[in-house]
């Protein structure tokens, strides 16, 4: 069997090679502790199950969805990001359904994207916007992320011959793996490049409703005139507890929009529309359920951060996200660090190089594994002498 140069090109998927590893683990009889991938142990809303369970009997919910969602979700979609972030859309034409935000981070290149162009992509960050942009035979260009910058690109700093060849930029804040965020000025900065230098610019918001200390992450779209070349990625996995649902949003500028809708009506069927009900009700989901599930996340953003501050580490507690983006220490490297902590600990953290070259020398603890494997793990860590590296 012959696999193609698209796929062949691929560096092997994250998270494949930490389930393999915790699977070998496992099989010696260990009990693995994983702060690897970002997927949240706590459970969907109630009240969002329990529409499933009704939706589950509706016949019309039986059958193919379309495409764009059901008009009742995209309406939902519009109304709450006009009462989250006072941001208007029209449902009919700036609102399409995702299956999950991954999906349409994928298909969207393949609807912007040809050989030649070029498309903007930080490093460190989300692997699947590079692989939609090799799939679709485009070239990324690496806008590296640092400590010094706040972890946000540097602008400038792109030359002018790759802006003149760039059809795209992403962004993603709050920010997977550094758990950085962006203001609105960084916004109003990102939307003035992309418009000088006519640049349709992508932002993945997947996080914006997981934040401690009272901060409040922006959307992109709430930048006057944004609207003009932003498409915002959103998600309900990380909002609301619901990554096995399956469901999301592109929400933004509606040629953005037309464009991903083209790929999408010609390669999936849509989300189920039961899904799609159970999103309506997610949305409506009171924000004190949210503050009480963000307090529990901080709970154990503050207990990772104070064992590994115990062990040498410094680090600094992220304002939102699920993840803890520590240094490692003096002589190790991301992977040699991983590798200390999951040989010494039987504990899973992610190499900071698994993002990006600009990882190295980080690595990433996510928050969203069982309250009782979190403080094994943080015991681990408290008893743990760091090995000369
Ligand atoms: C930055 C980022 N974007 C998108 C996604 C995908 O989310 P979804 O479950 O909506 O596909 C993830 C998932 O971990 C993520 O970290």
């Known amino acids: 069997m012959k696999f193609t140069q698209r796929v062949q090109q691929l560096p092997p998927y994250l998270f494949v090679e930490i389930s393999r590893r915790i699977a070998a683990k496992k ?22 199950l329990e529409r499933l369970a009704e939706a589950s009997h509706d016949r019309p919910n039986h059958r193919y969805p379309e495409t764009e969602g059901l008009p009742e979700f995209r309406e939902a979609v519009a109304g709450w990001y006009e009462k989250r972030f006072g941001v208007g859309l029209d449902p009919k034409t700036e609102v399409l359904s995702l299956i999950g935000a991954k999906e349409g981070i994928g298909h969207i290149a393949l609807g912007l994207l040809e050989p030649g162009d070029v498309a903007l992509q930080p490093d460190p960050s989300y692997p699947v916007y590079n692989v939609g942009t090799l799939f679709a035979g485009a070239e990324p260009y690496w806008m590296p992320l640092n400590e010094e910058g706040g972890w946000l690109p540097n602008l400038d700093a792109i030359p002018t011959g790759v802006a003149e060849k760039a059809q795209v930029m992403w962004l993603n804040y709050p920010n997977n793996p550094t758990g950085a965020v962006a203001d609105l000025d960084f916004f109003d900065r990102a939307v003035s490049y992309c418009k000088r230098n006519d640049i349709a610019l992508l932002h993945d918001a997947c996080y914006t409703e997981v934040a401690f200390d009272g901060y409040q992450p922006v959307s992109a779209l709430e930048i006057p005139g944004a609207k003009d070349i932003c498409l915002e990625f959103h998600s309900l996995s990380k909002s609301y507890n619901m990554t096995g649902w399956r469901v999301g949003m592109a929400v933004g500028n509606a040629d953005l929009i037309r464009a991903l809708f083209l790929v999408k009506s010609n390669l999936d069927s849509g989300v189920s529309q039961a899904v799609q009900q159970m999103g309506i009700r997610a949305m409506d989901t009171p924000q004190s359920y949210l503050d009480e599930r963000n307090a529990h996340y901080q709970v154990r953003r503050d207990n990772v951060i104070s064992a590994l501050k115990g062990v040498g580490l410094n680090v600094e507690p992220p304002k939102a996200s699920l993840y803890v983006w520590a240094p490692v220490p003096a002589g190790f490297t991301a992977a040699s660090f991983a590798t200390a902590i999951l040989d010494d600990l039987d504990m899973v953290v992610t190499p900071g190089t698994g993002y990006g070259k600009f990882g190295e020398g980080y690595i990433r603890l996510s928050l969203t594994l069982s309250d009782d494997d979190l403080e094994e793990g943080v015991r681990r860590l408290e008893t743990w002498k760091v090995p000369t590296a």
Do not use: Q
């Open 27 to 48: 099989a010696e009889g260990k009990r693995v502790v994983s702060f690897g991938i970002g997927d949240p142990d706590l459970a969907t809303p109630d009240p969002v």
